[in-house]
């Protein structure tokens, strides 16, 4: 069995070239007191903490669990954050839904 996670990783798009329109993740970390108030949440709720990093390995954007071992497990992918199109409450929904499985 997994152990809980310790973290959460959001991993954006890196801006590549003339990128039309935007990383939904990122759209939805710009909305920084609506990111900040979850963020406090997560931490009060689960203990976890939340990091936002850049990246452009083409697996992004995704929404990780970090463990005590280091190791990952991918929560959300580029699939899911895109059907959020942009809005924080229906990333939060999909993000909740998905800690349900270690917590």
Known sequence: MQSTPVALVAVHLAKKGLAIGGCDLKRITKQKSKFQALKARLAEQYGLRVETVSSSTGRE????????????????????????????EKFEKNLRGKLFLFF
Request: charged share 25%.
């Open 61 to 88: 954007p995704c929404v990780l669990a970090k463990f005590e071992d280091g190791t990952t497990s991918l929560i959300l992918d580029a699939r899911d954050l895109s059907a959020v199109d942009g809005s924080f």
